[in-house]
């Protein structure tokens, strides 16, 4: 059952105090104008590519490891948990879930890494302004707009860090950067949630593929009482069953911390609204300070026995020639990308030199899955190949 508007809190997000949309539509007549994002993002391309693109492992190593579609889900169930508890727009906090990662490109953090090293010359790339250039331009669907023609709200959710130089560029949605204030509590929220989905998921895909074992989580402040509770209740529990139930657990915690902090925050802040949030001078949802640390030595386990395995930088590895090499041949001669794409590269070298040759190729390759971009790069090098 959703949060009935009386029940939202007055420093939540509500439709009627929204600021609105780049373009001026009719207000859905049976959805909120939340609901209307949300909706609108579910049936965007973009979001079903996310099914075969990496979160950690690449889409053809296993059907059980998390996508980033999966992992917008997972991101979404948390957030929608939390937004409830602490009285604030679940509507909102899930479409700024979903949209999260809409940017992304093939091949997780390596893809991102290997085409911003590409794009270094041409303005860089940065997966989360992606993701807004995607529901803001890219998206075509409706005959009125360009993108999908989100609210402001939803917008400001997606973008989640932006440097000034893009921030000025950026217009209303760019402003806080400038200003240093903070988003909505729903986008604060939706940010920690994603660290705690990719955290602890990550644990769990780690521990299906083998590069690390359950007895290496000892070291981790967070495991430990997790681990002795599910030890206690049901001491001849193991395989699959053992590490679920120690990570609901783990997950669990880690949530209460974040909605109890969270609720401290906002009874000392006593904000009256979301502009109030917006001009608090520091973020009102967070951890408590233990559970920080805990989540840094977390991240740092995760970092070495998960990301920088062998295997897992064999592939990151393979992942930025792929993407290199992508970009090197169509930035070369831009007549190999499809006709849609060349009409727009075409257009943008016009308005902008190469620089906007090169955007048109990055749209390209990051909206790639990771299967599609891997045929590209064998359409491009191999004469065997069938294009």
């Known amino acids: 059952m959703d949060t009935p508007v009386a029940m939202l809190a007055s420093y939540a997000a509500h439709d009627d105090r929204s600021r609105g949309r780049r373009w001026p539509e009719p207000p859905p007549a049976y959805r909120s104008e939340f609901q209307r994002d949300r909706d609108r993002i579910i049936h965007s391309t973009a979001f079903r590519r996310l099914v075969y693109k990496t979160q950690v492992f690449v889409n053809h190593e296993g059907d059980l490891y998390r996508t980033r579609l999966t992992h917008s889900l997972e991101v979404s169930q948390i957030a929608r948990t939390a937004a409830r508890a602490l009285g604030l727009n679940e509507h909102l906090v899930e479409a700024i879930c979903l949209a999260h990662d809409l940017g992304h490109t093939p091949f997780g953090h390596a893809g991102q890494d290997a085409l911003n090293e590409c794009m270094r010359d041409y303005g860089g790339f940065e997966h989360n302004l992606q993701s807004l250039r995607v529901v803001d331009e890219l998206e075509e669907k409706y005959a009125e707009f360009r993108g999908l023609n989100l609210t402001f709200e939803t917008r400001e959710g997606i973008l989640k860090h932006c ?3 893009h921030a000025r560029e950026l ?4 402003r806080r950067f400038l200003d240093r204030t903070q988003p909505g509590l729903e986008a604060q929220l939706a940010n920690l949630a994603d660290e705690i989905a990719y955290n602890h ?3 769990d895909d780690g521990l299906r593929a083998g590069l690390i074992e359950l007895s290496e989580l000892d070291a981790l402040d967070c495991f430990g009482e997790p681990y002795e509770e599910v030890h206690a209740r049901y001491p001849e529990l193991e395989g699959r069953r053992l590490i679920y139930e120690i ?4 997950i669990n915690r880690v949530v209460t911390d974040l909605v109890e902090t969270t609720r401290a925050q906002l009874a000392g802040a006593s904000p009256q609204d979301i502009d109030a949030v917006r001009g608090a001078g520091r973020a009102l949802a967070g951890f408590s300070e233990a559970t920080r640390e805990a989540n840094l030595k977390l991240k740092h386990f995760l970092n070495a026995g998960v990301y920088q395995h062998f ?16 970009f090197e041949k169509f930035f070369g001669d831009v ?12 257009e943008e070298e016009a308005a ?4 906007g040759r090169a955007r048109v190729v990055a749209d390209y390759i990051a909206g790639m899955t990771d299967r599609y971009a891997i045929l ?3 359409r491009i090098l191999d004469p065997r190949t069938h294009t």
Request: charged letters at 35%; a positive charge.
């Open 201 to 203: 998921h990550d644990i």
């Open 335 to 346: 007549r190999l990308m499809p006709p849609e794409f060349l009409q727009a590269a075409r």
């Open 247 to 250: 990570l609901r657990r783990m």
């Open 352 to 355: 902008l030199q190469e620089s």
């Open 376 to 378: 590209e790069h064998e």
């Open 163 to 165: 440097s000034a130089r």
């Open 171 to 174: 217009g209303e949605v760019g």
């Open 311 to 326: 295997r897992v930088l064999r592939m990151t590895r393979k992942a930025r020639d792929v993407i290199e090499t992508l």
